[in-house]
C-alpha cells in the first residue's frame, strides 16, 4: 500500500532562510508524486509533480523537489523563504484504486516565516 | 477559465440532518473526486467518479453518497450527520483517470456540526 510520511508537523524559517520540507514515501511501484500548498480558507494548489524522467522538478514560486528512489524521499525546498510561503504544505502519492486513482496524502506541514 | 467551483461555503448543521454539498469541475474535466480534510490533518479520499460512474470510493460509511450529473458536475450527500463530521470539504477535478494527472482542487465547503 502506497503511504506519505510527513516529518515534523511544523517548520519556523527566518525569511532569506532556506526552506527544506521532508516527504517520505512507501510504494511497491514507481510513484507519481506532488507536493500541495493550502493557505488559510482556501482549497489545494498544485506546487510540483513528478512522474517520470528528471529526478529533479521545479514548480512555481521557485519551489522545488528532488525524487530520491533510494531513499524514498521527495523533500520540497526553496532557496530563500518569503514571507508570503507561511502556508501549509501536503505530500501526496498517487494510488490506483478499483476503477479509478486517488491521492494519499501526508498529514501536511505548516511552514511559518519569521521577519 | 472558472476553476473548481463549489458551494456553499460555508454552512452550519446540527446532528441528525442531511447536507447536500455541490461542485462543478473545470470545463472539459470528466472526473471528480471528493475529499474530506477534517482539522490538522490530511484530505482524505471519499469518491471518485467519472463519466456519471462510481469509480472508487474511500473508507466512509453508507451515510456517505455521491452522483455526477451529465454535465459532470457533481453532489456530495451526507445523512444523519454526526458532530465528527465537520471537516472542509474538496472537491477536485481532471480530464480523465490517470494517476499522473494533476487534480486541481477547489476552495471547499466548510461543514460544521453542532
Known amino acids: 500500500a502506497q503511504s506519505v510520511t510527513q516529518l515534523g508537523s511544523h517548520v519556523s524559517v527566518s525569511e532569506g532562510a532556506l526552506v527544506l520540507l521532508r516527504c517520505n514515501y512507501s510504494s511497491s511501484v514507481p510513484p507519481y508524486l506532488f507536493w500541495y500548498v493550502q493557505y488559510p480558507n482556501q482549497g489545494l494548489q498544485l506546487l510540483l509533480k513528478y512522474t517520470t524522467g528528471a529526478t529533479l522538478v521545479k514548480g512555481i514560486n521557485g519551489f522545488e523537489a528532488e525524487f530520491k528512489k533510494s531513499e524514498t524521499s521527495f523533500h520540497l525546498t526553496k532557496p530563500s523563504a518569503h514571507m508570503s510561503d507561511a502556508a501549509e504544505y501536503f505530500c501526496?502519492?498517487?494510488?490506483?484504486?478499483?476503477?479509478?486513482?486517488?491521492?494519499?496524502f501526508g498529514a501536511g506541514t505548516i511552514l511559518r516565516v519569521k521577519s | 477559465d472558472a476553476g473548481v467551483t463549489q458551494s456553499p461555503t460555508h454552512l452550519i448543521k446540527t446532528r441528525g440532518q442531511h447536507v447536500t454539498l455541490r461542485c462543478s469541475p473545470i470545463s472539459g474535466h470528466k472526473s471528480v473526486s471528493w475529499y474530506q480534510q477534517v482539522l490538522g490533518q490530511g484530505p482524505q479520499f471519499i469518491f471518485q467518479?467519472?463519466?456519471?460512474?462510481?469509480?472508487g470510493r474511500g473508507n466512509f460509511p453508507d451515510r456517505f453518497s455521491a452522483r455526477q450529473f451529465p454535465n459532470y458536475s457533481s453532489e456530495l450527500n451526507v445523512n444523519a450527520l454526526l458532530l465528527g463530521d465537520s471537516a472542509l470539504y474538496l472537491c477536485?477535478?481532471?480530464?480523465?483517470?490517470?494517476?499522473?494527472?494533476?487534480?486541481?482542487f477547489g476552495a471547499g465547503s466548510r461543514l460544521t456540526v453542532l
Open positions: 467518479y467519472y463519466e456519471k460512474e462510481e469509480r
Open positions: 501526496a502519492v498517487s494510488r490506483v484504486i478499483t476503477y479509478g486513482n486517488k491521492l494519499v
Open positions: 477536485a477535478s481532471s480530464s480523465d483517470l490517470q494517476g499522473a494527472n494533476v487534480l486541481t
